[in-house]
């Protein structure tokens, strides 16, 4: 497994995951194709730029056009604070094998190895069990049940956090 920063080509996975009900089903439901082309375009400028990284997760470095996923860390505004957080995706196809798993754990590594990265938050949806299951393998810390809001909808989330430069397992 590697991972690649998102590229332009990038948009057909996209659309498979989050215009997708049983992809989204924990997230209130597909997003519409409008939107996916700025999405990717967006993505690919930040990660240009080295403020977002947006991590496409290739199961075998010989087929790097074939996409297991996503996995990303990026910053923003919550609740009047700075925060960063991570979050990722994998279709249906690779779930189950351990890609999100491994994805989140690089990702997290990368960030230990950057420096810039302190404190990384994740918010599965509570009904995400395997992504729930991601947190704790991989060393965060369950702080409590949130509702957050994501792309007009409120999600009811379990809020985790990790220090990668101590807290990997």
Same mark, same amino acid.
């Given at each position: 497994?590697?991972?690649?920063?998102?590229?332009? !080509?990038?948009?057909?996975?996209?659309?498979?995951?989050?215009?997708? @009900? !049983?992809?989204? =089903?924990?997230?209130?439901? @597909? %997003?519409? %194709?409008?939107?996916?082309?700025? =999405?990717?375009?967006?993505?690919?400028?930040? &990660?240009?730029?080295?403020?977002?990284?947006? =991590?496409?997760?290739? @199961?075998?470095?010989?087929?790097?056009? &074939?996409? &297991?996923? #996503?996995?990303? /860390?990026?910053?923003?505004?919550?609740?009047?604070?700075?925060?960063?957080?991570?979050?990722?995706?994998?279709?249906?196809?690779?779930?189950?094998?351990?890609?999100? =798993?491994?994805?989140?754990? #690089?990702? /997290?590594?990368?960030?230990?190895?950057?420096?810039?990265?302190?404190?990384?938050?994740?918010?599965?949806?509570?009904?995400? /069990?395997?992504?729930?299951?991601?947190?704790?393998?991989?060393?965060? #810390?369950?702080?409590?049940?949130?509702?957050?809001?994501?792309?007009?909808?409120?999600?009811? *989330?379990?809020?985790?956090?990790?220090?990668?430069?101590?807290? /990997? *397992?």
């Amino acid at each position: 497994m590697l991972l690649r920063n998102v590229v332009l !080509d990038d948009v057909d996975a996209y659309i498979r995951m989050r215009c997708d @009900p !049983d992809m989204m =089903k924990d997230l209130g439901g @597909p %997003l519409p %194709l409008e939107g996916m082309d700025e =999405k990717v375009q967006r993505d690919v400028r930040r &990660a240009a730029e080295d403020t977002a990284w947006t =991590k496409m997760i290739i @199961p075998e470095a010989a087929a790097p056009s &074939a996409v &297991a996923g #996503t996995v990303s /860390l990026w910053s923003h505004e919550a609740d009047n604070h700075h925060i960063s957080e991570i979050g990722w995706m994998v279709l249906p196809a690779f779930q189950g094998q351990g890609y999100g =798993k491994r994805a989140v754990r #690089t990702l /997290l590594e990368m960030a230990r190895e950057d420096g810039r990265w302190e404190l990384i938050h994740a918010f599965p949806a509570t009904s995400n /069990l395997p992504s729930n299951g991601i947190c704790r393998a991989v060393g965060f #810390t369950f702080v409590e049940e949130q509702s957050l809001e994501f792309a007009g909808r409120v999600l009811d *989330t379990n809020h985790w956090i990790i220090d990668p430069r101590t807290d /990997l *397992t």
